[in-house]
């Protein structure tokens, strides 16, 4: 474990106040408060925890969303180190300088096996945070930035450049008990790059900042459907970050 430099401690104990000693971003993941009014083809998603994922079905949206807690429990029968070649379920802690240079600069610390993730039978995004994932599917980032300006037909993205979900174990942040101290429990899980553009976030500055990428994203999904797919708003009406306002077209 890496031992950091104690000019930290003061920051530390500055940033501790701030978010009532509970970690560095507790700040801005508050409970929510207040309903979201949406209107036809927009769906709104809580997915301000870090211990769950939120599961959309496209088709049935107006029954609300599946939430599927992370596994974090240790399965020691599992205990065997993933590789790169062989990624394995679990939570990777890392070490990240958020005092520093920020996340690009990280250092893994230690990996426990868990479960894999639990899925409902049917669904075809989930989100959890600034992360997305899609069941089987891939994704693009088109110009348009309004739904409305979206070619009428799906037709016109098939020879785009679809990206599909990849293994990712250092942004999925799910245990934050050492966060003050720059570490964090990641679950490595895979996760879709292009989609999870939508929301950026970026340390430094601490507390960090959220960047929106308006643009519309297509999704093609493992039977050859398609969705078009926009983060609208990223704030409840109380200003809490990461509950999404999503609009939607499916099947497109």
């Given at each position: 474990?890496?031992?950091?430099?104690?000019?930290?401690?003061?920051?530390?104990?500055?940033?501790s106040a701030l978010s009532?000693?509970?970690?560095?971003?507790?700040?801005?993941?508050?409970?929510?408060?207040?309903?979201?009014?949406?209107?036809?083809?927009?769906?709104?998603?809580?997915?301000?925890?870090?211990?769950?994922?939120?599961?959309?079905?496209?088709?049935?949206?107006?029954?609300?969303?599946?939430?599927?807690?992370?596994?974090?429990?240790?399965?020691?029968?599992?205990?065997?180190?993933?590789?790169?070649?062989?990624?394995?379920?679990?939570?990777?802690?890392?070490?990240?300088?958020?005092?520093?240079?920020?996340?690009?600069?990280?250092?893994?610390?230690?990996?426990?096996?868990?479960?894999?993730?639990?899925?409902?039978?049917?669904?075809?995004?989930?989100?959890?945070?600034?992360n997305v994932r899609t069941?089987?599917?891939?994704?693009?980032?088109?110009?348009?930035?309004?739904?409305?300006?979206?070619?009428?037909?799906?037709?016109?993205?098939?020879?785009?450049?679809?990206?599909?979900?990849?293994?990712?174990?250092?942004?999925?942040?799910?245990?934050?008990?050492?966060?003050?101290?720059g570490f964090v429990g990641?679950?490595?899980?895979?996760?879709?790059?292009?989609?999870?553009?939508?929301?950026?976030?970026?340390?430094?500055?601490?507390?960090?900042?959220?960047?929106?990428?308006?643009?519309?994203?297509?999704?093609?999904?493992?039977?050859?459907?398609?969705?078009?797919?926009?983060?609208?708003?990223?704030?409840?009406?109380?200003?809490?970050?990461?509950?999404?306002?999503?609009?939607?077209?499916?099947?497109?």
């Amino acid at each position: 474990m890496l031992n950091k430099p104690l000019h930290i401690i003061g920051i530390t104990v500055m940033l501790s106040a701030l978010s009532a000693c509970h970690g560095i971003l507790d700040d801005i993941y508050d409970e929510p408060s207040g309903d979201m009014t949406m209107r036809e083809g927009q769906l709104y998603v809580d997915a301000s925890s870090w211990t769950a994922w939120y599961y959309i079905d496209l088709l049935n949206t107006k029954e609300g969303f599946v939430q599927m807690n992370i596994p974090t429990e240790e399965l020691p029968s599992l205990n065997t180190q993933p590789s790169a070649l062989n990624p394995k379920p679990g939570i990777y802690t890392y070490w990240y300088d958020v005092f520093g240079a920020g996340l690009s600069n990280h250092e893994f610390q230690s990996f426990t096996p868990t479960e894999a993730q639990p899925e409902p039978d049917t669904w075809h995004i989930a989100v959890h945070r600034n992360n997305v994932r899609t069941n089987g599917g891939a994704a693009y980032e088109t110009p348009y930035t309004s739904m409305s300006d979206l070619p009428e037909s799906s037709d016109a993205f098939v020879n785009a450049t679809f990206t599909e979900d990849e293994w990712n174990e250092l942004d999925v942040w799910t245990i934050r008990e050492q966060m003050l101290q720059g570490f964090v429990g990641n679950q490595g899980i895979e996760v879709n790059p292009v989609l999870s553009s939508w929301l950026k976030l970026e340390i430094p500055p601490v507390p960090p900042t959220f960047t929106l990428n308006n643009h519309v994203f297509i999704v093609r999904f493992a039977d050859d459907t398609y969705a078009a797919i926009q983060l609208e708003n990223y704030q409840n009406a109380a200003g809490v970050k990461c509950c999404l306002t999503i609009n939607y077209k499916y099947p497109y």
